[in-house]
């Protein structure tokens, strides 16, 4: 869970990317997989956006699957 603050105005322009590693002591860290919110997102992450524009203030939860969108060019697949 995190929170941050930013006006309506300004969070319906912006993007949430998140990314999941893993983490190798010695080792280079493993991307995982992500997602990314926003309002050029599609389908069930598209209207958690949307949700959450609608309910200012309000905690809105939702499951997504992580993809490999957003990968570094090195750990996308061929």
């Given at each position: 869970e995190f929170s941050y603050e930013v006006t309506?105005?300004?969070?319906a322009k912006k993007t949430l990317e998140i990314s999941?590693?893993?983490?190798?002591?010695?080792?280079?860290?493993?991307?995982?997989?992500?997602?990314e919110l926003g309002?050029?997102?599609?389908?069930?992450?598209?209207?958690?956006?949307f949700e959450c524009l609608k309910n200012k203030g309000k905690k809105v939860e939702?499951?997504?699957?992580?993809?490999q969108q957003g990968a570094p060019s090195?750990?996308?697949?061929?």
């Open positions: 309506l105005d300004q969070l999941v590693w893993d983490y190798d002591l010695g080792m280079s860290n493993d991307f995982i997989g992500g997602v309002i050029n997102a599609t389908g069930q992450r598209l209207r958690h956006w939702y499951w997504h699957t992580l993809t090195s750990d996308k697949p061929d």
